[in-house]
């Protein structure tokens, strides 16, 4: 079954129950889950396809030796903490300015306690989160297709994307928010499945929608949402416009909800019941994101710990203690804001769409390769001929969700717009071709949606009733081959690219071989 399948395929007639009189099948089919009983099926797939992204990621994970490029900061920094509860800088009087929250620098430190302080240990952090971010992609993509081969494509793709790749084996911040993201969306969807799946029962039973809502019971869906936002928002700030993405997408699907069901004025009651309901998640993703700084509260040498008595004022035991932290956030902001100073590798968000500007995490010419001439290089360096079709996928999504007002379609263009599109309000900002890390998921959700588009798909039911099929055997085989050699070239190229994602050891020429534009050099 291909992503534009609406619905599993009918049992045969036998099995099938009895329609139950007036609106409620009608009430059944738009509230209905499309989600396949292939539970066994998916289950080991999702394995497969994990299996592979940890292989990939935790082959020689301790080379390159020694710190490179900015796990100088992240992975000191959360040694740092391990030891004295925040970032600790003994040239400076204990205080260290950091200029991101502590939430992803106490991951990387669970490594490096759990490894200690080498190259596994700060990096062991980073590829635990980019394996469970290709596990759960494999779910998302599965739940919102209906289909576990297309959820395993997308799985596969996002093990062998560069730049998640090279970001899975490196202990920076950014394949920490990517993964918190990725999580959070899926919470999002399960809500939205599990709202309709409460409403539904509650219809069945003889609840009357026009006349009052069901009691749906814990949001437990909800509340791990929004957890992972608050984790992710004390990971990087960036995070902030997928929670405005959220909450716009509660509202909008409670909308879609109670209309579906017949509810007399879903929009009134949507604005009131959504009211509340964000009140409460939004309070507790701030929760979460505040508690994430414990261990600045209750140290006395952390950066701004003490700013008001640095400025000869009072500081209350609690309310000068936040109100030094909401300073140093003031400071943060303007920081970011300022951050403007050029770099060799810095590029433009438009630049990002195309693969144009990659980042040198790694660079040696003194390494052994059999010849005079060597080169070794981490290079963050998205799959060249995957990226490259992200931008043409993202269009025919966006005319997918225009034609055929999918909330699908419109669902992944929302995850991958919240990683892009913000970064152009900034153009004098200096910003880096990793920063679209929480995006690449969804990017390859739309390249994945395109692929089920290809293959398409049999409709039972209209083939019973002597109508035409939307997909033929014959037409759905080409599409499959299409599809399987387009996941096959991608592979291919893939591991062409291997030695420049790993650091490994090869002759100047090779390398040279694989700088396709003068850009990546």
């Known amino acids: 079954m291909s992503a534009t399948a609406v619905r599993p395929e009918q049992p045969p007639a036998a099995w099938r129950p009895t329609p139950l009189p007036g609106p409620l099948p009608a009430v059944r089919a738009r509230l209905a889950s499309t989600l396949p009983d292939d539970r066994r099926r998916a289950l080991w797939v999702t394995l497969g396809v994990t299996g592979i992204a940890a292989v990939l990621r935790l082959i020689g994970l301790d080379h390159p030796k020694g710190l490179i490029f900015d796990e100088v900061y992240y992975a000191q ?3 740092s903490m391990l030891s004295h509860g925040v970032e600790w800088d003994p040239g400076a009087d204990g205080s260290s300015y950091v200029a991101h929250p502590p939430f992803g620098k106490w991951l990387i430190g669970l490594g490096e306690w759990a490894f200690g302080y080498d190259e596994v240990g700060w990096r062991i952090a980073a590829a635990a989160a980019g394996i469970i971010g290709v596990a759960i992609l494999v779910r998302l993509m599965r739940r919102l297709t209906g289909s576990t081969l297309l959820g395993g494509t997308a799985g596969l793709l996002l093990a062998v994307e560069g730049s998640h790749l090279v970001l899975s084996r490196t202990s920076l911040l950014d394949i920490f928010i990517a993964t918190l993201l990725l999580a959070a969306m899926y919470c999002l969807v ?15 039973d003889g609840l009357d929608p026009s006349r009052r809502r069901p009691r749906l019971g814990p949001a437990w869906w909800r509340i791990a949402c929004a957890v992972l936002l608050g984790l992710a928002m004390a990971t990087k700030w ?9 909450i716009v997408l509660f509202v ?9 069901a017949g509810a007399r004025k879903p929009f009134r009651d949507t604005l009131i019941y959504e009211f509340f309901q964000n009140l409460w998640f939004g309070l507790l993703a701030i929760g979460v994101y505040t508690l994430s700084w414990t261990g600045w509260f209750l140290n006395d040498t952390g950066s701004y710990r003490h700013w008001l008595a640095d400025q000869g004022r009072a500081e209350p035991p609690v309310i000068g203690a936040l109100t030094n932290w909401m300073q140093y956030h003031f400071s943060v902001l303007e920081f970011h804001e300022g951050l403007s100073s050029e770099h060799a590798y810095q590029s433009a968000p438009w630049q990002w769409l195309f693969d144009l500007r990659p980042v040198v995490f790694y660079w040696s010419s003194d390494v052994d390769c059999g010849t005079s001439d060597c080169a070794a290089e981490v290079l963050l360096l998205g799959t060249p001929l995957l990226w490259w079709t992200f931008v043409p996928a993202a269009l025919a999504l966006l005319v997918w969700a225009l034609h055929k007002r999918d909330w699908r379609a419109w669902f992944l263009l929302a995850g991958l717009g919240a990683g892009i599109l913000p970064w152009f309000m900034y153009p004098d900002r200096t910003m880096f071709f990793f920063y679209t890390a929480p995006a690449v998921p969804f990017f390859i959700g739309a390249v994945t949606w395109c692929l089920g588009l290809i293959i398409g798909r049999t409709d039972l039911r209209r083939r019973d009733a002597g109508l035409s099929s939307l997909g033929s055997p014959e037409r759905r085989l080409t599409g499959a081959l299409i599809a399987g050699a387009f996941v096959a070239v991608v592979v291919l190229c893939f591991a062409y690219f291997w030695p420049i994602y790993t650091g490994e050891a090869i002759p100047r020429d090779e390398w040279h071989a694989r700088m396709w ?3 990546w050099i």
Do not use: M
């Open 77 to 79: 920094d959360a040694h």
């Open 517 to 519: 534009l003068d850009s």
């Open 190 to 204: 399960r809500d939205r499945d599990w709202r309709r799946a409460r409403w539904l029962a509650a219809i069945e």
């Open 238 to 246: 960036s995070a902030l416009w997928y929670i405005v993405i959220v």
């Open 252 to 260: 909008v699907w409670d909308w879609r909800l109670r209309t579906d």
